[in-house]
Nanobody
Framework: QVQLVESGGGLVQAGGSLRLSCAAS????????MGWFRQAPGREREFVAA????????YYANSVKGRFSISKDDAKNTVHLQMNSLKTEDTAVYYC?????????????????WGQGTQVTVSS
């Protein structure tokens, strides 16, 4: 059983930065592709960023490209999401997810394991 625990969420003003972390346990972390999704109230859960197990491919949603950066530390079983130049529309619960396959990583159905989420609130 894989467990994912997110941390680092909080309240920040527009233009500020936050760094989310996701700690994984239960299986060999380095074999997973990892992703971040977010869900705002009344909206579908949407893709934010993903990184393949060998860091050979990194993907971002257009809405965060140039502002967010995903990274993976296999030695610490942790994936990070650095979020800069935050906007009010980035307000959401952010979820970490792990996928056994490296395919279609922008699709939430590709992921096998999910964390509980961490709230990010960006104020104007």
């Amino acid at each position: 059983q894989v467990q994912l625990v997110e941390s680092g969420g909080g309240l920040v003003q527009a233009g500020g930065s936050l760094r989310l972390s996701c700690a994984a346990s239960g299986r060999t972390f380095s074999s997973f592709a990892m992703g971040w999704f977010r869900q705002a109230p009344g909206r579908e859960r949407e893709f934010v960023a993903a990184i393949t197990w060998g860091r050979t491919n990194i993907y971002y949603a257009n809405s965060v490209k140039g502002r967010f950066s995903i990274s993976k530390d296999d030695a610490k079983n942790t994936v990070h999401l650095q979020m800069n130049s935050l906007k009010t529309e980035d307000t959401a619960v952010y979820y970490c997810a792990a996928a056994d396959s490296g395919m279609a990583l922008n699709d939430r159905k590709s992921y096998d394991y999910w964390g509980q989420g961490t709230q990010v609130t960006v104020s104007s």
